[in-house]
């Protein structure tokens, strides 16, 4: 069996990326582990449809987000890696700072402390010079940053094709493979 993915979903906008980060790794059969924050859960309820028992289903385990103890809180559990989608800019800050307040933000701390792949979908715009230093400072201790710019080379036709592409990309950071878009070949 595959080690489990940790995806976290903070209270950005665009939480359809992490629910749909969910759904394909369920339909690919990794295993995952899914941690919410509050704020999250509020912008899911805002963006869509969706409560957070339906996102349970889409889990192998879910966190609380206040569980600093829970198994993924500790480098000795393997797993993949971890990516966050959305991630908020106060989450982006926690990571940066290793001011691990949650268990998101602790558990994307081990994940950069044993050296393992996070892919941080960072959520916000306009970004002024102090979002931009805490991405560099982010990717200077090892965070993939992974902002959901869409590309259109692909043509996509629907609101889903331009999240895959999306998602898609941030699979490749984490060595999952998938068919999510149609990838360049050249022109």
Sequence with gaps: MAMPLIVGISGATGVVYGVEMLRVLKDLGYPVHLIVSEFGLRTIGIETDLSMEDLKVL??????NKDVGASI???????????????????????????????MIRAADVTLKEGRPLVL????????????????????????????????YHRPETITDIVHQSVGRALDHLNIEHDLFERWSGS
């Design 59 to 64: 889990a192998d385990e879910v966190h609380s």
């Design 73 to 103: 809180a500790s480098g000795s559990f393997q797993t993949r890696g971890m990516v966050i989608a959305p991630c908020s800019i106060k989450t982006l800050s926690g990571i940066t700072n290793s001011f691990a307040t949650n268990l």
């Design 121 to 152: 979908m960072v959520r916000e715009t306009p970004l002024h010079k102090g979002h931009l230093e805490l991405m560099t400072k982010a990717a200077e201790i090892g965070a993939r940053i992974h902002p959901p710019m869409p590309a259109f």
